[in-house]
T-cell receptor, first 113, second 115 residues
């Protein structure tokens, strides 16, 4: 009964490939987020959706595209992967966009070779 | 714009000693402040938060933090460290202006607890 789950946990792929990471939350929250944690453990928000509507779209390459089929799911698709995309990607959710208390998934470690 | 600075990327204490992790923030509006903990190979977990009201906030696992507006600080403390406290700790401030739930995180502090 994991609150925020992500698949896969590990992803190893080659440069130029396209990959997706999936996230699901069973908390009934309206808002979901994608964060990137780099090798120095710096954590930065990438995107946020509130009830399937994009509300945060930080300065990330347009190779990254989030998709929210419903408010319980937020997927991240990455095209033409580059070495610099190697990182841990975290999904999170909160009750709504005005609630800053966020619940994080276990992370997806992406390694691009 | 909001920002967070965590002083000390690595803190080492002995088991049973006081834990003090420092966080200073910058915010153009009254901030909401948070401490999150990340255990190895896991996601972040909320330790405690300050929104309004009492400036001394108690969280899980015996941690507490005090909001000091005059010092723009939100330092995290625990009277007695346990081995299980070894983890990465992140201070965060809310970007309340946009009401989007956006959090700005500090660089993180690695807490090492020695036996």
């Amino acid at each position: 009964d994991t609150a925020v789950s992500q698949t896969p946990k590990y992803l190893v792929t080659q440069m130029g490939n396209d990959k997706s990471i999936k996230c699901e939350q069973n908390l009934g929250h309206d808002t979901m987020y994608w964060y990137k944690q780099d090798s120095k453990k710096f954590l930065k928000i990438m995107f946020s959706y509130n009830n399937k509507e994009l509300i945060i779209n930080e300065t990330v390459p347009n190779r990254f595209s989030p998709k929210s089929p419903d408010k319980a799911h937020l997927n991240l698709h990455i095209n033409s992967l580059e070495l610099g995309d190697s990182a841990v990607y975290f999904c999170a959710s909160s009750q709504d966009a005005g609630d800053y208390e966020q619940y994080f998934g276990p992370g997806t470690r992406l390694t691009v070779t | 714009a909001q920002s967070v600075t965590q002083l000390g990327s690595h803190v080492s204490v002995s088991e049973g000693a006081l834990v003090l992790l420092r966080c200073n923030y910058s915010s153009s509006v009254p901030p909401y402040l948070f401490w999150y903990v990340q255990y190895p190979n896991q996601g972040l977990q909320l330790l405690l938060k300050y929104t309004t009201g009492a400036t001394l906030v108690k969280g899980i696992n015996g941690f507490e933090a005090e909001f000091k507006k005059s010092e723009t600080s939100f330092h995290l403390t625990k009277p007695s460290a346990h081995m299980s406290d070894a983890a990465e700790y992140f201070c965060a401030v809310s970007d309340r202006g946009g009401n989007t739930g956006k959090l700005i995180f500090g660089q993180g502090t690695t807490l090492q607890v020695k036996p």
